[in-house]
């Protein structure tokens, strides 16, 4: 099955999900994922009892017996099948299964929601179809998220995935690193951190085609394979239907032991319940946090009110990243762009705090219609390291992301962020700052000194030199002759008009 096809098999699930009458957007995405990895346990099932028959060693099976497998649900009537998915195989994933993993944390409240016998039938037979046993079955879950519409709650809407692609390789994780998203959400940043680190350490001749998908096995990541599936990634959220979301999309992509936790990363029981990660414990933080305005004063964290006193979430946030990273540690963060130059205080002070006592490296603005069709907001990518202090932030107008910038969001010829990446490449790795002074282009830099003459204002449009194209207008009389012309146009039709109406 290519793309387009199992593109088309997903919508198709999707639309029954949605006439069956589960039309919550995140239900449906949990009861897809309970069915993808019903099936997908099956097959792992199958795979160790072929290995333990070509080892002669034993194998212990996770199910009771051949009942609670996919197989055997495909090959029973849809009422027993129904029946079985729902009191026995559901239960044993939650009790069994998930426990092992850091989904556990998280299935208590779980629960199997599809309503009728017809429509689990055309559920499991849809979900036989796709190809499980790719690393396709990443991007099906990538498909699925991509029809999440939850903009406006508690200021939540999912980043697309090109523009997280985009602060991955400007960050450059590495495979020895600790990376966190106190904001976690369907951990979309984590996915692309290890889809990421698979694609750059994979060897040439151990790149695959299969399906119509490039398959990179990231065969030299072994020796840190402990690290990636133990320590490496960590996500904090408050929304328990989020976070089975989260850890059911890493399970997706491989990561079977990430650290999600239940935790509103601003709230003042964060650094009690965890004190090792609240202590300057990660290498990379990647985010986009929610915009929901503010928060109950008395909830907040104190350390982070010591460094900026108010209740925006954005501006808490920022203050929060900059504990969590290590002495050295990279972020990349998308902000509104009220963060770039609001006049508050608040505002002021954590621009400070980034240019004086961090290096703030570049300010990627963004444009309006890139969340849409969720929100119409206005943002940038802040990108910057902790300690130290700043001598020049480079800066780049995003005009085009490769969609259209309305509602649909359609493909477009237009992509600045392939450019974006190699500008960023080039002044990274030492380019002549030479090469960035013409403030007329996407890329420029501005020196710490004249930011801070400016009450630390970071708006690209603060610093950036507007082109103004040059409009050559025809001479005065040949516009005349134009309008005589018309003119007589219009008097011989009224004459002709009063010679129809006399007749």
Same mark, same amino acid.
């Given at each position: 099955?290519?793309?387009?096809?199992?593109?088309?098999?997903?919508?198709?699930?999707?639309?029954?999900?949605?006439?069956?009458?589960?039309?919550?957007?995140?239900?449906?995405?949990?009861?897809?994922?309970?069915?993808?990895?019903?099936?997908?346990?099956?097959?792992?099932?199958?795979?160790?009892?072929?290995?333990?028959?070509?080892?002669?060693?034993?194998?212990?099976?996770?199910?009771?017996?051949?009942?609670?497998?996919?197989?055997?649900?495909?090959?029973?009537?849809?009422?027993?099948?129904?029946?079985?998915?729902?009191?026995?195989?559901?239960?044993?994933?939650?009790?069994?299964?998930?426990?092992?993993?850091?989904?556990?944390?998280?299935?208590?409240?779980?629960?199997?929601?599809?309503?009728?016998?017809?429509?689990?039938?055309?559920?499991?037979?849809?979900?036989?179809?796709?190809?499980?046993?790719?690393?396709?079955?990443?991007?099906?879950?990538?498909?699925?998220?991509?029809?999440?519409?939850?903009?406006?709650?508690?200021?939540?809407?999912?980043?697309?995935?090109?523009?997280?692609?985009?602060?991955?390789?400007?960050?450059?994780?590495?495979?020895?690193?600790?990376?966190?998203?106190?904001?976690?959400?369907?951990?979309?940043?984590?996915?692309?951190?290890?889809?990421?680190?698979?694609?750059?350490?994979?060897?040439?001749?151990?790149?695959?085609?299969?399906?119509?998908?490039?398959?990179?096995?990231?065969?030299?990541?072994?020796?840190?394979?402990?690290?990636?599936?133990?320590?490496?990634?960590?996500?904090?959220?408050?929304?328990?239907?989020?976070?089975?979301?989260?850890?059911?999309?890493?399970?997706?992509?491989?990561?079977?032991?990430?650290?999600?936790?239940?935790?509103?990363?601003?709230?003042?029981?964060?650094?009690?319940?965890?004190?090792?990660?609240?202590?300057?414990?990660?290498?990379?933080?990647?985010?986009?946090?929610?915009?929901?305005?503010?928060?109950?004063?008395?909830?907040?964290?104190?350390?982070?009110?010591?460094?900026?006193?108010?209740?925006?979430?954005?501006?808490?946030?920022?203050?929060?990243?900059?504990?969590?990273?290590?002495?050295?540690?990279?972020?990349?963060?998308?902000?509104?762009?009220?963060?770039?130059?609001?006049?508050?205080?608040?505002?002021?002070?954590?621009?400070?705090?980034?240019?004086?006592?961090?290096?703030?490296?570049?300010?990627?603005?963004?444009?309006?219609?890139?969340?849409?069709?969720?929100?119409?907001?206005?943002?940038?990518?802040?990108?910057?390291?902790?300690?130290?202090?700043?001598?020049?932030?480079?800066?780049?107008? %995003?005009?085009? *992301?490769?969609?259209?910038?309305?509602? /649909?969001?359609?493909?477009? @010829?237009?992509?600045? !962020?392939? &450019?974006? +990446?190699?500008?960023?490449?080039?002044?990274?790795?030492?380019?002549?700052?030479?090469?960035?002074?013409?403030?007329?282009?996407?890329?420029?830099?501005?020196?710490?000194?004249?930011?801070?003459?400016?009450?630390?204002?970071?708006?690209?449009?603060?610093?950036?030199?507007?082109?103004?194209?040059?409009?050559?207008?025809?001479?005065?009389? %040949?516009?005349? *002759?134009?309008?005589?012309?018309?003119? /007589?146009?219009?008097?011989? @039709?009224?004459?002709? !008009?009063? &010679?129809? +109406?006399?007749?």
């Amino acid at each position: 099955m290519g793309i387009k096809e199992f593109v088309n098999t997903m919508d198709n699930l999707w639309e029954k999900f949605w006439t069956g009458g589960i039309t919550n957007p995140l239900t449906v995405i949990e009861q897809i994922s309970y069915l993808m990895f019903a099936r997908t346990m099956d097959m792992e099932e199958s795979r160790k009892i072929r290995m333990a028959q070509r080892t002669g060693k034993a194998h212990v099976s996770i199910f009771p017996n051949d009942k609670y497998r996919w197989n055997s649900l495909m090959q029973t009537s849809p009422q027993k099948a129904f029946e079985t998915f729902r009191d026995k195989i559901f239960p044993m994933f939650k009790e069994k299964v998930f426990e092992k993993t850091t989904m556990g944390r998280f299935m208590a409240g779980a629960q199997f929601l599809i309503p009728s016998p017809n429509l689990f039938a055309i559920a499991i037979e849809e979900i036989n179809k796709l190809p499980l046993h790719t690393d396709s079955k990443g991007d099906l879950y990538e498909h699925l998220l991509s029809k999440l519409s939850t903009a406006g709650i508690n200021g939540q809407f999912r980043t697309p995935k090109h523009i997280i692609r985009a602060m991955t390789e400007i960050i450059d994780p590495q495979p020895n690193e600790k990376i966190c998203d106190p904001a976690c959400g369907t951990a979309g940043f984590l996915v692309a951190v290890m889809e990421y680190l698979r694609q750059k350490y994979t060897s040439p001749d151990m790149v695959m085609q299969e399906d119509g998908y490039t398959i990179y096995p990231g065969d030299l990541l072994m020796e840190y394979n402990d690290h990636m599936q133990k320590d490496m990634f960590t996500g904090f959220d408050f929304d328990s239907t989020m976070l089975r979301v989260s850890c059911m999309n890493l399970l997706m992509h491989g990561i079977d032991q990430p650290n999600i936790h239940y935790q509103d990363a601003l709230n003042s029981s964060f650094k009690e319940l965890f004190p090792k990660e609240y202590n300057s414990s990660y290498d990379v933080i990647m985010a986009n946090p929610p915009f929901k305005g503010s928060l109950d004063h008395e909830s907040v964290n104190p350390d982070l009110q010591s460094v900026v006193k108010t209740k925006k979430t954005e501006l808490l946030f920022l203050a929060l990243m900059v504990r969590l990273l290590k002495m050295g540690g990279r972020c990349a963060v998308i902000v509104p762009d009220g963060v770039l130059f609001g006049s508050s205080i608040a505002h002021v002070g954590i621009r400070q705090m980034l240019v004086d006592q961090n290096q703030l490296e570049a300010v990627i603005s963004l444009p309006s219609g890139v969340f849409k069709p969720y929100a119409g907001v206005s943002t940038a990518i802040l990108i910057f390291t902790k300690g130290g202090n700043t001598e020049n932030v480079w800066f780049y107008d %995003v005009q085009n *992301d490769g969609f259209s910038l309305d509602d /649909k969001r359609q493909k477009i @010829d237009k992509n600045d !962020l392939p &450019e974006l +990446i190699a500008k960023w490449k080039q002044y990274d790795h030492g380019a002549n700052s030479a090469d960035f002074q013409n403030r007329k282009t996407k890329a420029f830099i501005v020196p710490a000194d004249e930011i801070r003459s400016n009450k630390y204002d970071l708006s690209l449009n603060r610093y950036k030199v507007p082109v103004y194209e040059e409009v050559e207008y025809d001479h005065p009389t %040949v516009i005349l *002759d134009r309008i005589d012309t018309l003119e /007589k146009q219009i008097t011989n @039709d009224l004459a002709s !008009l009063r &010679e129809m +109406i006399s007749e």
